[in-house]
Every structure is written in structure tokens, then in C-alpha cells.
């Protein structure tokens, strides 16, 4: 075998060793060509056809690093060194990538071995980590507050501009240890973190101040390494400090009570509506068997009509105030559409609501509050939201009956008035007043009471009653007026625009009772006591009835009945009902029979109509207790018997 043969085998098998690494490595000449790589190398920075081998090394770095690579490889041919350098590359994808190079000269060859490395995502590490370190850097020299850093044994490391100043030294003199007074530090004997103690301290020109100390332990691989401190002037930053802190806390602990009596009243208002639904539910037989007796016993005498008579309206008393209590904590939406208000109407429903809170609760203690309305009659209506206005009125009566805690006189007036602010001076807008006989505010008090957490009860108030009062005059783009005085009660008007006319007003509901042809009727309710009163004055009516205790029974009887080749002429359903409710009712039966009408019941059933708000599938809805009147127009008119 001659030398060559054996040259060019010694070759190959060092080509292979090197492809046996998954590290990049070559052999370069002293000139820097690359005279042998191995496949990592190839893979990285190798040209898309054809082989490294041939290419100078020159060729792969970025003409701005080419002299450091140039210096280090003269370095390591001419003296044998070991020597490294980072240079840019340009990678396939169009990005500088950064390559770390370690050279060395082979002992008896004018060859050089290379290992190379991409430390592309260390360097950018390194980057972004001495960035943030610049930008930390800079906030804690600037910060107007004394800051400093010091290591486990107290010896100060950092100590910025605001430090020198407040502290009296500067950072030279700290640093050399000069101050008499040692700084706070985490750990050790010393314990744990500060958090705003006071502390005096001496400083370079003799002086004392005290100070607040902030301090919190630094880590350096899950270790305490030292402590990071701040520290304000008491002297001079205290008083304002403690105003502000005071400030803070104020508006905390009244915006938490808010929220807490925000979360109570929504709680109340599940509550009520739960309430409500069992009222309604044992009203039910009452009324229907009211109106049953009264229209269909002949033999009652006059004293005991007279008496069904007065359980009627009695009833009839209970359900709308359960109506109204509904209404009133129902939860609103943000955004409510305005609709027609009759003002003389909500405010007395306001009124009777509030009874309790300023006749009942007072008389308890001996105290008189007398309430007088005064009405404008045929007021016209407004524009607004209902349930706002209505909640903005029962917080100005709250208001003027804890302006009389001796009692007094609690007066509600409606009116018109000409709009004073207008252009036109025809345009007119309506009017509701609360005035009280009680202690009044002076002027100070009466240009402050519309803001937020602004109360001169003490602790009992929480100083939103008139904000809440603002709030809703706001939305409903009405004007609210104060007038008061020591000693001469409080008048609150809030005007409103009118609402535009309407064409023409709805007709009175007819009196007269329609008794339809008999019908197969369905009735689901999970109240037994309701299924049963309404099976048994419907059964009096003619009608053939079948009950169901609850949504998904009732469904599972719609099908039953329907498999059989028969079929109910109405389906009639309770709406808030446990699992399956009334909306899931009327949505099976309408899959299963389009043309079964479906009446639904609900405590609701005056808003769901009013606001146009009746639920999917459903063709009449009925308020709870149900009228018998209303009841059979309603299947009347669902049977298609023309009344």
C-alpha cells in the first residue's frame, strides 16, 4: 500500500469518527479552509448542495466579526493555544444566528481542530437579561424613594441618589462602611422582614431623623443572599401618608360595605322571589275558589258574599304587593330599554311598598310619621326605566324618614311643570316630589350629599342612597332638584320628559267570564295543592283534566298521550318548576305538537307582557294567583272560540 493509499484511508476514517458525534466539529487548514467537517457541522451552517469541505471558514462569519476570527486562528497556528470567539452567522432562514468557536492546532501538523456550538438562545438570554438589569438599574437610581441592597452580613452593595439625600450619606461613604447607625437586614439575629417600622437614624452631618424602614430578603437560588430596603422621612412624608393611607382605607371599607349590602340585597332579592313563588302558589286556591264561590253559589247570604267579597280584595292586595316586592329587587340588566311610566301609579306603588319603613317600624318606638300624596290627576306618562325610578323613589322616602327620628310629616306630590331649560317653552315635564318636616341640611352639606360615600349618619349610613338616586336620574336623562335648610326639612324633585302621546289608550279588559267548550287540558305544576285547586274549578267548567307533578312528568304525559292517538286541546304550565321548568315545557310540546297551545304561569307574567318578553313556544301568558276570568278568556282564546 503506498503512502497515499494510506493517507486517503486515514481520511476517511477520521471523516467517520467525526460523523459518529452529534457535536459540530472540523478540521481547518492554517488558512482557515475547511479540510474536514462532521455531519452536525454540514447540517448547520453547510452550503444547500455540496460539501463544506473546500469553503474557508471566513466565508461563514459576518464581515463585522471577521477580524476577532481572523486574530484567533492566526493565534492558535502560530503559538498552539487554546482560543474561542463568538461570531454572527447568517442561517437559512434569514436571521443572524451567533456561533461559538473553540480552536486548537493539531501537535504535529499545521492543522487546526474546531468544535463549534450555536449559542444563539444563551446569547439573546444574556440579552434580555441585561436589559431588564439596565432598566431595573435606572428605576432604582431614580426612585424618589431611598432604596438600598445589602448582602447576608449588612455590608451595603447598592445605595441609590434619594438614599443620599434623605439618608445623609453618600454611596462612597456607605460602601466603605462609615455610617454609626447599621441598616435593617433580613434574617439572622435580626429576624425577619420590616414593614414600615420607625427607626431613627444618624446622619453625616450630626443630625437624627426618623424613618420608616421597608425591608424584604433578596434569593439567589432558592437562598436568602442579602436584603433589599426602602425607607420614607416621617418627618416629612408621614402626616401625608397617613391622610393618604387614611383616604384609602375610607373609601375600602365603604366601597366593601357597599359591595356587602350589594351582595345582601341580591341575596334578598332570591330570597323574595322565592317567597313570592310559594305566596303565589298558596294565593292560588284562594282566589280561584273566591271567584268560583261567589259566581256559582246561589244559596250564599248577603253577609257572606259581602265576606268572599272582601277576601277577594284582600287577595287581590296580597298579590299585587307581592308583585311589586318582585319587581322591586329584581335585578337589572346594564341597559334597560325606557318605557311608558305612569308616575302617580309607581309611586304609590313605591308608597305602599315602604309602609313598613315609615309607619310599622316607627310606630314601634312611639314615633308618628304621617304620609300625604298628592296627585296630579291625569298625569301624563314619562319615558324611563321603571325599576330605577321606582328604586330611586324608595330611597328618598328612606332618606326623609331618617331626617325625622322624632317624626314628622313625609309629603309625595306629582306635577307638571314648563321646561326651564328648554328653547320651547310649551314643552312640559313631569314631576315627583319628596318632601319632609325634619332636620335639613345647611349648604355645605347640600352640595356634598349627591357624592359617593358622603353621609352625615355616621356608621349607620353608607352614603349611596342619593348617589344610587343620582346614578338612575342620570340614565333616565331627568334633572333632580335639592332644596333644604337647618331646621325646615328637605324637598327633592326629579323631572322627567314626558313621554310622547299615544294614539290611542288600550281598551279595559272585559269583565264579562267566557266559559269555552270543554276541553282536554293538561296542567303541570310541582305544587299540589295548585295542580289540584285548577283541576278541580276546570273540571267545573266542563273540562276534561289531567295533572302532572312537575316539567318532566308533565312532558313524559304530553307523549304518553300523543302515542295513544290522542291529544290535548291546551297545555297548561307553571314556569318556575325544579329540573325541567315551564320554557322547557312549551319547547317539547311544541317539537312534539306545533299546533298544542301553551299557556304559561309565572309571578311574572305582568313584566313577561309588558316588556314583551314571552319565552319561545309559548302562546298566552298568565299572572300567578290566576284570575278565573282571565283564565278562561285565555283558553277561549287558545281553542279559537271567538270571544
Same mark, same amino acid.
Given at each position: 500500500m503506498t503512502p497515499t493509499q494510506i493517507m486517503r484511508d486515514d481520511e476517511q476514517d477520521l471523516t467517520s469518527l467525526l460523523d459518529c458525534f452529534p457535536e459540530m466539529l472540523a478540521v481547518l487548514s492554517a488558512e482557515g479552509d475547511f479540510y474536514q467537517v462532521s455531519a452536525a457541522l454540514q447540517d448547520a451552517i453547510g452550503p444547500r448542495s455540496g460539501s463544506l469541505v473546500g469553503w474557508s471558514l471566513f466565508a461563514f462569519v459576518h464581515p463585522g466579526d471577521v477580524h476577532v476570527a481572523t486574530q484567533s486562528l492566526d493565534r492558535t497556528v502560530q503559538t498552539g493555544d487554546k482560543v474561542s470567539f463568538r461570531s454572527r452567522y447568517?442561517?437559512?432562514?434569514?436571521?443572524?444566528?451567533?456561533?461559538?468557536?473553540k480552536l486548537r492546532r493539531a501537535r504535529k501538523a499545521r492543522q487546526v481542530y474546531a468544535i463549534v456550538q450555536d449559542v444563539t438562545d444563551q446569547y439573546t438570554a444574556e440579552q434580555e437579561l441585561a436589559r431588564a438589569n439596565e432598566i431595573l438599574s435606572a428605576v432604582l437610581l431614580s426612585a424618589p424613594l431611598p432604596i438600598w441592597a445589602s448582602d447576608p452580613e449588612g455590608r451595603v452593595q447598592f445605595w441609590n441618589g434619594s438614599a443620599e439625600q434623605v439618608l445623609g450619606w453618600t454611596a462612597e461613604e456607605v460602601l466603605n462602611g462609615l455610617p454609626p447607625d447599621p441598616l435593617p437586614k433580613c434574617g439572622g439575629d435580626q429576624g425577619g422582614r420590616l414593614a414600615g417600622e420607625k427607626?431613627?437614624?444618624?446622619?453625616?452631618?450630626?443630625?437624627?431623623?426618623?424613618?420608616?424602614?421597608?425591608?424584604?430578603?433578596?434569593h439567589e437560588n432558592g437562598a436568602e443572599c442579602g436584603t433589599l430596603g426602602m425607607t420614607v422621612d416621617v418627618t416629612a412624608y408621614d402626616a401625608e401618608l397617613y391622610d393618604a393611607l387614611q383616604r384609602a382605607y375610607d373609601d375600602l371599607r365603604n366601597t366593601r360595605e357597599a359591595l356587602m349590602q350589594h351582595e345582601r340585597l341580591r341575596v334578598l332579592g332570591q330570597m323574595a322571589s322565592g317567597i313570592a313563588h310559594d305566596?303565589?302558589?298558596?294565593?292560588?286556591?284562594?282566589?280561584?275558589?273566591?271567584?268560583?264561590?261567589?259566581?256559582?253559589e246561589k244559596g250564599l247570604t248577603a253577609q257572606g258574599r259581602q265576606n268572599l267579597k272582601t277576601i277577594r280584595h284582600a287577595i287581590n292586595d296580597v298579590g299585587e304587593t307581592v308583585a311589586r316586592m318582585r319587581e322591586f329587587y329584581r335585578l337589572r340588566e346594564p341597559e334597560l330599554t325606557p318605557v311608558?311610566?305612569?308616575?302617580?301609579?309607581?309611586?304609590?306603588q313605591v308608597v305602599d311598598l315602604t309602609r313598613a319603613r315609615w309607619r310599622d317600624m316607627p310606630q314601634q318606638v312611639g314615633i308618628m310619621i304621617q304620609t300625604v300624596t298628592e296627585f296630579v290627576e291625569d298625569l301624563p306618562s314619562i319615558l324611563g326605566i321603571e325599576s330605577e325610578i321606582r328604586e330611586a323613589v324608595a330611597n328618598l322616602i328612606f332618606n326623609a324618614v331618617d331626617a325625622m327620628p322624632d317624626g314628622g310629616t313625609l309629603m309625595l306630590r306629582t306635577g307638571v311643570v314648563k321646561d326651564e331649560h328648554g328653547q320651547d317653552s310649551d314643552i312640559r315635564q313631569v314631576y315627583v316630589e319628596v318632601a319632609d318636616t325634619g332636620s335639613g341640611?345647611?349648604?355645605?352639606?347640600?352640595?356634598?350629599?349627591?357624592?359617593?360615600?358622603?353621609?352625615?349618619?355616621?356608621?349607620?349610613? +353608607? *352614603?349611596? =342612597?342619593?348617589?344610587? $338616586?343620582?346614578?338612575?336620574v342620570q340614565r333616565n /336623562?331627568?334633572?333632580?332638584?335639592?332644596?333644604?335648610s337647618l331646621g325646615r326639612g328637605t324637598t327633592i324633585r326629579l323631572r322627567?320628559?314626558?313621554?310622547?302621546?299615544?294614539?290611542?289608550?288600550?281598551?279595559?279588559?272585559?269583565?264579562?267570564s267566557v266559559t269555552p267548550s270543554s276541553l282536554r287540558i293538561l296542567v303541570i305544576d310541582d305544587d299540589p295543592l295548585v295542580t289540584e285547586v285548577l283541576c278541580d274549578i276546570l273540571e267545573r267548567d266542563g273540562h276534561q283534566v289531567t295533572t302532572a307533578d312537575g316539567g318532566e312528568a308533565g312532558i313524559g304525559v304530553f307523549r304518553e298521550t300523543r302515542d295513544r292517538g290522542e291529544a290535548f286541546a291546551v297545555v297548561l304550565t307553571d314556569l318556575g318548576m325544579p329540573y325541567v321548568d315551564g320554557r322547557r315545557v312549551a319547547t317539547a310540546v311544541k317539537a312534539d305538537s306545533p299546533s298544542t297551545p301553551v299557556?304559561?304561569? +309565572? *309571578?311574572? =307574567?305582568?313584566?313577561? $307582557?309588558?316588556?314583551?318578553?314571552?319565552?319561545? /313556544?309559548?302562546?298566552?301568558?298568565?299572572?300567578?294567583?290566576?284570575?278565573?276570568?282571565?283564565?278562561?278568556?285565555?283558553?277561549?282564546?287558545?281553542?279559537?272560540?271567538?270571544?
Amino acid at each position: 500500500m503506498t503512502p497515499t493509499q494510506i493517507m486517503r484511508d486515514d481520511e476517511q476514517d477520521l471523516t467517520s469518527l467525526l460523523d459518529c458525534f452529534p457535536e459540530m466539529l472540523a478540521v481547518l487548514s492554517a488558512e482557515g479552509d475547511f479540510y474536514q467537517v462532521s455531519a452536525a457541522l454540514q447540517d448547520a451552517i453547510g452550503p444547500r448542495s455540496g460539501s463544506l469541505v473546500g469553503w474557508s471558514l471566513f466565508a461563514f462569519v459576518h464581515p463585522g466579526d471577521v477580524h476577532v476570527a481572523t486574530q484567533s486562528l492566526d493565534r492558535t497556528v502560530q503559538t498552539g493555544d487554546k482560543v474561542s470567539f463568538r461570531s454572527r452567522y447568517r442561517g437559512s432562514e434569514g436571521r443572524d444566528r451567533w456561533m461559538y468557536w473553540k480552536l486548537r492546532r493539531a501537535r504535529k501538523a499545521r492543522q487546526v481542530y474546531a468544535i463549534v456550538q450555536d449559542v444563539t438562545d444563551q446569547y439573546t438570554a444574556e440579552q434580555e437579561l441585561a436589559r431588564a438589569n439596565e432598566i431595573l438599574s435606572a428605576v432604582l437610581l431614580s426612585a424618589p424613594l431611598p432604596i438600598w441592597a445589602s448582602d447576608p452580613e449588612g455590608r451595603v452593595q447598592f445605595w441609590n441618589g434619594s438614599a443620599e439625600q434623605v439618608l445623609g450619606w453618600t454611596a462612597e461613604e456607605v460602601l466603605n462602611g462609615l455610617p454609626p447607625d447599621p441598616l435593617p437586614k433580613c434574617g439572622g439575629d435580626q429576624g425577619g422582614r420590616l414593614a414600615g417600622e420607625k427607626m431613627s437614624w444618624r446622619r453625616r452631618d450630626g443630625t437624627s431623623k426618623d424613618l420608616r424602614f421597608w425591608t424584604t430578603p433578596l434569593h439567589e437560588n432558592g437562598a436568602e443572599c442579602g436584603t433589599l430596603g426602602m425607607t420614607v422621612d416621617v418627618t416629612a412624608y408621614d402626616a401625608e401618608l397617613y391622610d393618604a393611607l387614611q383616604r384609602a382605607y375610607d373609601d375600602l371599607r365603604n366601597t366593601r360595605e357597599a359591595l356587602m349590602q350589594h351582595e345582601r340585597l341580591r341575596v334578598l332579592g332570591q330570597m323574595a322571589s322565592g317567597i313570592a313563588h310559594d305566596i303565589n302558589n298558596a294565593l292560588s286556591p284562594m282566589k280561584l275558589y273566591t271567584q268560583a264561590l261567589l259566581e256559582g253559589e246561589k244559596g250564599l247570604t248577603a253577609q257572606g258574599r259581602q265576606n268572599l267579597k272582601t277576601i277577594r280584595h284582600a287577595i287581590n292586595d296580597v298579590g299585587e304587593t307581592v308583585a311589586r316586592m318582585r319587581e322591586f329587587y329584581r335585578l337589572r340588566e346594564p341597559e334597560l330599554t325606557p318605557v311608558s311610566v305612569n308616575l302617580n301609579d309607581l309611586v304609590q306603588q313605591v308608597v305602599d311598598l315602604t309602609r313598613a319603613r315609615w309607619r310599622d317600624m316607627p310606630q314601634q318606638v312611639g314615633i308618628m310619621i304621617q304620609t300625604v300624596t298628592e296627585f296630579v290627576e291625569d298625569l301624563p306618562s314619562i319615558l324611563g326605566i321603571e325599576s330605577e325610578i321606582r328604586e330611586a323613589v324608595a330611597n328618598l322616602i328612606f332618606n326623609a324618614v331618617d331626617a325625622m327620628p322624632d317624626g314628622g310629616t313625609l309629603m309625595l306630590r306629582t306635577g307638571v311643570v314648563k321646561d326651564e331649560h328648554g328653547q320651547d317653552s310649551d314643552i312640559r315635564q313631569v314631576y315627583v316630589e319628596v318632601a319632609d318636616t325634619g332636620s335639613g341640611m345647611d349648604e355645605e352639606t347640600r352640595q356634598r350629599c349627591l357624592e359617593p360615600f358622603f353621609t352625615t349618619k355616621g356608621e349607620r349610613g +353608607t *352614603g349611596l =342612597g342619593l348617589a344610587m $338616586v343620582y346614578g338612575a336620574v342620570q340614565r333616565n /336623562h331627568a334633572v333632580i332638584e335639592i332644596e333644604s335648610s337647618l331646621g325646615r326639612g328637605t324637598t327633592i324633585r326629579l323631572r322627567f320628559k314626558m313621554a310622547a302621546s299615544s294614539a290611542a289608550q288600550a281598551a279595559p279588559p272585559n269583565s264579562k267570564s267566557v266559559t269555552p267548550s270543554s276541553l282536554r287540558i293538561l296542567v303541570i305544576d310541582d305544587d299540589p295543592l295548585v295542580t289540584e285547586v285548577l283541576c278541580d274549578i276546570l273540571e267545573r267548567d266542563g273540562h276534561q283534566v289531567t295533572t302532572a307533578d312537575g316539567g318532566e312528568a308533565g312532558i313524559g304525559v304530553f307523549r304518553e298521550t300523543r302515542d295513544r292517538g290522542e291529544a290535548f286541546a291546551v297545555v297548561l304550565t307553571d314556569l318556575g318548576m325544579p329540573y325541567v321548568d315551564g320554557r322547557r315545557v312549551a319547547t317539547a310540546v311544541k317539537a312534539d305538537s306545533p299546533s298544542t297551545p301553551v299557556i304559561l304561569l +309565572t *309571578g311574572w =307574567g305582568r313584566r313577561l $307582557v309588558a316588556e314583551e318578553d314571552i319565552p319561545p /313556544h309559548v302562546d298566552r301568558v298568565l299572572s300567578k294567583p290566576p284570575d278565573l276570568i282571565e283564565l278562561r278568556e285565555a283558553l277561549a282564546s287558545c281553542s279559537a272560540i271567538e270571544v
